[in-house]
């Protein structure tokens, strides 16, 4: 029996993952759960899994969630709040798998905390390396944490490596289903809605990360990513369009030959495989079928069209904390694309502009990364008036 704590369980990814618990309750046990502000979800998560102890963002949500709790049966958890209460639930000693499935940037410290504790992480907050991939790794190394990927692409490029040599990898090529706009210019992009971005045509994905996919930047900071897990120049790694999701990624080795991932579009593998490995765990998806499906086609991207992904590899080329200011330039102009007060094809434009700004700075220490994250942000709103 594995005890698992999900950090951001109420999100996709979390609640995703409270799907695989519930379908092998006798594989595994929820330890601790965190959440954001969801309450009404993380009281029913809390009546169905009972976990020992719970964290959320702040004391008022905290006081919400005392309140819902005082009407439910049978034992309650210990709640805590904040990032320090976050960060103990991280790294409870009871735990086994750490989830790490908070959105964005918040999830950094979080996930840090599990590795520091020798937790195996299933890693589904790309965030985290993209800021500080070098210090995750080595800390790491260093403690005994196995870092397992939950994006289904690092998912598909961890599973195809297993039982060979390094040496023998020639580069990988992340896949990417395009989002809702492939095909589009820039020009017939600059009037598009938030709803029409969130129409991700393969994904049930949080809002966040569906903008994401429909600028590419998922698929840059997947690059980022990349190259902090599997240790590989930015050369090493490409990326095609592939419209239907099916084959998750490739491993292309020294002799020519490739190894792909194949699946449906549903990040319950994934997830699966990060809980049970080095095991795999019966009927986690549904087979694909494979006489009835559509031809799988590839493209490159377009990157005049989606400038988002060229940014990432500049940032990733630049290095230092320029990939923590490329992260967080995007969510701050993310958010103001959803709040309706910047068009979507300015998020790219803000992100160059703070990126132009920034002189990169060595990125070995996290409160350098984190200045750098908050600096950005701030840059990044006094941009927003220049547009």
């Not at 969801?38 to 009972?50: C, E, H, T």
């Not at 008022?60 to 819902?68: F, P, Q, S």
């Not at 958010?335 to 990169?360: C, E």
């Amino acid at each position: 029996m594995k005890n698992i704590v999900i950090l951001g369980s109420t999100g996709s990814i979390g609640t995703a993952t409270l799907q695989v618990v519930s379908a092998y309750p006798d594989r595994f046990r929820v330890a601790g759960l965190t959440a954001g502000r969801n309450v009404p979800l993380l009281l029913d998560q809390i009546s169905v899994f009972k976990p020992e102890v719970v964290a959320v963002p702040d004391d008022d949500t905290c006081a919400e969630l005392k309140k819902g709790l005082s009407s439910l049966t049978g034992p309650r958890p210990e709640v805590l709040y904040g990032v320090e209460g976050i960060c103990r639930v991280a790294e409870m000693t009871s735990a086994h798998v750490v989830i790490s499935a908070i959105v964005g940037s918040a999830g950094l410290l979080p996930t840090l905390c599990a590795v520091r504790s020798g937790k195996t992480v299933g890693l589904a907050n790309k965030e985290t390396l993209v800021m500080a991939g070098d210090i995750v790794m080595s800390e790491a190394a260093a403690c005994g944490s196995v870092i397992i990927p939950v994006d289904s692409e690092h998912s598909a490029v961890f599973q195809c490596l297993q039982g060979h040599e390094r040496k023998s990898l020639a580069r990988i090529i992340l896949t990417a289903s395009g989002g809702p706009f492939i095909g589009r210019t820039h020009e017939e992009m600059k009037d598009v809605t938030p709803d029409d971005a969130l129409k991700h045509p393969n994904w049930s994905m949080g809002r966040k990360i569906s903008i994401d996919s429909a600028t590419l930047m998922n698929k840059g900071l997947e690059v980022i990513e990349a190259c902090r897990l599997f240790d590989l120049p930015a050369q090493e790694i490409d990326v095609l369009i592939h419209p239907q999701s099916i084959i998750h990624s490739m491993v292309e080795f020294i002799d020519g030959s490739l190894l792909a991932q194949l699946s449906r579009p549903d990040m319950k593998g994934p997830i699966a495989y990060a809980l049970s490995w080095p095991e795999r765990l019966d009927s986690v998806m549904e087979a694909v079928p494979w006489a009835d499906l559509a031809p799988l086609t590839f493209q490159g991207p377009d990157r005049e069209a989606f400038p988002c992904l060229s940014l990432a590899y500049s940032a990733l080329e630049a290095g230092g904390t320029m990939p923590a200011v490329l992260n967080a330039s995007n969510e701050t102009a993310v958010q103001a694309f959803l709040d309706g007060i910047v068009r979507f094809t300015d998020i790219p434009a803000i992100i160059k502009k703070v990126m132009d700004s920034h002189a990169p700075q060595r990125a070995d220490d996290i409160a350098v990364i984190l200045e750098a994250d908050r600096w950005a942000r701030e840059e990044s709103k006094i941009r927003f008036a220049g547009l």
